[in-house]
């Protein structure tokens, strides 16, 4: 997925990772996701999340390098919260650097 299909903000060493609406108008309606775990280290190429939506079944590439210290477990129980355009929640992931 190109890198403009997501957005970044970095506060105090820790990037917080979510879909720009050019990402969610790419994939369509995301239906089921799967995210990394607590404690999980990631490479700037490494998987983020798997993403199951009505246009793409896609992986999505880390865009930082770091250890993931939160997820949106809104997300995982409920897809659909990916799907708005709302950061404070529809946010995927945060890693600190």
Do not use: C, H, Q
Request: a negative charge.
């Amino acid at each position: 997925m190109n890198e403009n299909y997501y957005w970044t903000e970095e506060n105090d060493g820790v990037v917080t990772v979510g879909l720009t609406d050019d990402g969610r108008n790419e994939l369509g309606n995301i239906t089921f996701v799967s995210l990394p775990k607590v404690g999980d280290s990631l490479k700037k190429t490494d998987t983020l999340m798997n993403v199951e939506a009505d246009k793409a079944v896609s992986d999505i590439a880390s865009p930082v390098e770091g250890t993931v210290i939160e997820i949106n477990e809104d997300a995982l129980s409920d897809p659909s919260v990916l799907n708005n355009s709302d950061k404070a929640s529809s946010w995927v992931a945060r890693i600190e650097k």
